[in-house]
């Protein structure tokens, strides 16, 4: 696969449906509980919340937002245009 971060973070297919058809190691469970904490995992699983759910996905949209929150202000640092 060219791009592993499609499959791991449960972009190219949910992550549910990959650990219940065995098709990820059972040993990576513990890492795959740990992409909702990734700005990736947790916009991925907020866009798959709304479109397949319903509810409001508050969690993962809160993830996303404290990325935001904590890199912008190195981002605005360290990238400054000269």
Known sequence: ??????LLFGIALPIEILLANELLSPSLNETVFLTGYTPLGAAARAMQTGWFSGPFPRFELGVVTLWILVLAPLVIK???WR
Do not use: E
């Open 78 to 80: 360290l990238f400054c």
């Open 1 to 6: 696969m060219r791009y592993p971060s499609a």
